[in-house]
């Protein structure tokens, strides 16, 4: 069983819809989560970090997590055709180790 | 603005060269890693340093070796390439102890080894 999850999509969103990214991961002790996103050809830059229980919002972004179920998620609200990017889930177990989803990839169609 | 440099954006090089890829951040930051990423696979864990002249071994440490002698800087080596080592190489580092930190990545380097 990978340790962190993600649908590779392609996942397709009209512009303006709700793009739902979702991951799951193994390691129950994991402490915080990251939500970054990459260009195509490009490196990763952060969105959102998240540590405790609930949802957490900045501008069109809203992450959430549930613990016991061991699952994030990121909503991005009124997608944009710039948002077409791949999104990399990331947890760290509280060590100096992150482990990366594989990504899931965003088209959002004008 | 931070800053993670890798020294080299494209690369090629032949079969059984030794091949040096340099990085760099002006963060002070503690802890450097260095990822490989492949389509499908996603990123993967090759070596990271907690402090200068310290390193642990990540996901696939094999045909890599790395070296940290400042903390400002992290290279990794290809003792001897193989095509199969062709790939994208992330730098990243975070601030030690920390483990709330953000990872920021230096720009990548696209290495072919033909």
């Known amino acids: 069983q990978k340790e962190v999850e993600q649908n590779s999509g392609p996942l397709s969103v009209p512009e303006g819809a709700i793009a739902s990214l979702n991951c799951t991961y193994s390691?129950?002790?994991?402490?915080?989560f990251f939500w970054y996103r990459q260009y195509s050809g490009k490196s990763p830059e952060l969105i959102m970090s998240i540590y405790s229980n609930g949802d957490k919002e900045d501008g069109r972004f809203t992450a959430q997590l549930n613990k016991a179920s061991q699952y994030v998620s990121l909503l991005i609200r009124d997608s944009q055709p710039s948002d077409s990017a791949t999104y990399l889930c990331a947890v760290n177990s509280g060590t100096y180790k992150y482990i990366f989803g594989t990504g899931t990839r965003l088209k959002v169609l004008a | 603005d931070v800053k993670v440099t890798q020294s080299s954006r494209y690369l090629v090089k032949r079969t059984g060269e030794k091949v040096f890829l340099e990085c760099v951040q002006d963060m002070d930051h503690e802890n450097m890693f260095w990822y490989r990423q492949d389509p499908g696979l996603g990123l993967r864990l090759i070596y990271f340093s907690y402090d200068v002249k310290m390193k642990e071994k990540g996901d696939i440490p094999e045909g890599y070796s790395v070296s940290r002698e400042k903390k400002e800087r992290f290279s990794l080596i290809l003792e001897s390439a193989s095509t199969n080592q062709t790939s994208m190489y992330l730098c990243a580092s975070t601030l030690g102890g920390a483990w709330t930190a953000e990872a920021f990545f230096g720009q990548g380097t696209r290495l072919t080894v033909v």
């Open positions: 390691d129950r002790v994991s402490q915080s």
